[in-house]
């Protein structure tokens, strides 16, 4: 199974969102977010936006 990490890391006044994929990319948003929660909720979403990154999950899976 490949490893997808969604983080968030103290910015500003809030959380920034971050999605990192096996490959070492990773992608954060620009926005912050008040708590931790919502921050990993926000990384979720942006990786649920992003259905090209996960079928090559699948493809280099198989």
Known sequence: MAPIELTATPKGNGYQATVTFPDGVSISSHETY????????????????????????DQDAG
């Open 34 to 57: 008040p708590t931790i929660g919502e921050a990993i909720a926000a990384a979720a979403m942006k990786l649920l936006d992003m259905p090209e990154r996960l079928a090559r999950l």
